[in-house]
């Protein structure tokens, strides 16, 4: 059970026990002094008992010593002892106690989150330095500029290269294919690129200052260049995340996680782009869960062909899990959650209600799965069972279940 739904319990169980304790007062008091012992039909009168302070037990009717009202009796029977409680019907009418049936059937499983969109780190291109030189300019570039494929971001001048590139033009006069081959061959060992290569044999001159460019479109993240500077082979000069899709990172919680598998197809919507609806993938599913939130992040990919997705954007996911197996489902705000354990009320006829302990699975919207404790078709307690949960804790039903292990 999430904490919102534990938050939201709470405030019901204030809630509902103010209410069944101001019923129970306005029975009391429109209640006769003595009632007669024929009323609970034939059973004996265990003792009587205050509404407001109900484990105070007195042994003959009278005023409470605590309010301005009548005792009222707790009459004793065979089958209301055994394991359950019997609730007078004026009593459930006036604290408006709702009934449920356990029905069998599967969760939809669909779950809703916020994740925040993020560069796609399988998309980063670092440039580095193939040789060392001198950087001689630097082009009008800043971090966080999207470029495009080909943006030229310096220009070195690289001596080496100047010297290699002068032997091969002389080499290429001379007519030897075996030694221009090799001079070829060496200026792509130093580091030239084709494009350069094909350059300098189409110019016939030198290329003494040669231009960086930006192999791939994207954001510049990093570009560690300054004119008048000297790099050295291998450094970086700058890495770019290319920008045609994202990730978004949601985080799941922990018992919600099951049924989530890679590849599997979300959805988002963005305050940005209302009415609209991006269709995403699942790409991974991270190994270590964040300790602090007990939550597991989710990692989704997001086509961003046009351009309108950015990173640090808020989302709306909704992730679409598996469908479940058929199982028992109850309204989730039937279950009482004692710490120990989970119980709810099960309505019987004539007015009897008794304690099931049960055993829950998980969790979608205002359903929950029963795996043990119920059987499909029986009427629970929606609203109101903290009423009969206190007048089950009066005949020790509750205390008796404690110690069994469970319910009689």
């Known amino acids: 059970m999430n904490p919102k739904r534990t938050i939201l319990m709470g405030a019901s169980v204030v809630a509902l026990i103010a209410l069944g304790a101001g019923a129970g007062y306005r029975f009391a008091m429109t209640r006769p002094a003595k009632t007669p012992i024929a009323e609970a039909s034939g059973h004996s009168v265990l003792y009587w008992y205050d509404p407001m302070k109900p484990d105070q037990h007195f042994h003959k009717p009278g005023k409470s010593p605590f309010m301005d009202m009548d005792l009222v009796p707790m009459y004793g029977g065979e089958n209301m002892m055994d394991s359950g409680v019997h609730i007078d019907s004026r009593l459930t009418q006036n604290t408006g106690v709702r009934l449920a049936t356990v029905e069998k059937g ?8 916020v994740g925040i ?34 943006a030229a971001l310096a220009d070195l001048r690289v001596p080496e290269w100047y010297g290699a590139q002068m032997e091969y ?67 970086t000069l ?22 989530l598998a890679v590849n599997q197809p979300v959805s988002a919507t963005f305050t940005t782009w209302p009415g609209r609806v991006f ?33 640090g954007m808020y989302a709306q996911v909704h992730l679409q899990k598996a469908l479940g197996p058929d199982r028992l489902l109850i309204p989730s705000e039937a279950i009482i959650a004692t710490g120990q354990r989970s119980v709810v009320i099960v309505a019987e006829e004539g007015g009897h209600f008794r304690p099931a302990e049960v055993t829950v699975g998980h969790e979608d919207g205002d359903r929950t799965e029963i795996f043990a404790g119920l059987q499909p078709g029986e009427q629970i307690v929606v609203s109101g069972q903290f009423l009969i949960d206190s007048e089950a804790s009066l005949k020790g039903v509750l205390a008796r279940m404690e110690k069994s292990g469970k319910p009689e």
């Open 279 to 311: 269709i995403g993938q699942i790409r991974a599913l991270l190994p270590a869960l964040e300790q602090g939130t007990r939550t597991l992040q989710v990692r989704t990919e997001w086509s961003n062909l046009e351009g309108r997705l950015r990173p």
């Open 169 to 235: 033009l002389s080499l290429r006069q001379s007519g030897d294919p075996g030694l221009m081959g090799a001079a070829r061959t060496r200026l792509l060992q130093l580091g030239m690129s084709e494009s350069l290569v094909a350059q300098i044999e189409k110019s016939g001159s030198p290329q003494a200052v040669v231009t960086i460019t930006a192999p791939q479109g994207g954001v510049l993240l990093e570009l560690d260049l300054r004119a008048g500077m000297t790099i050295l082979p291998g450094q």
């Open 117 to 150: 969109l993020a560069f796609n780190d399988r998309l980063v291109t670092v440039v580095q330095a193939r040789t060392g030189g001198l950087v001689e300019r630097v082009y009008a570039r800043a971090p966080n500029d999207v470029i495009p494929a080909g």
């Open 238 to 259: 700058a890495r770019i995340n290319g920008l045609n899709s994202v990730w978004l990172d949601a985080e799941v919680p922990e018992a919600q996680a099951a049924g």
């Open 106 to 113: 599967r969760l939809a499983r669909g779950l809703e989150v």
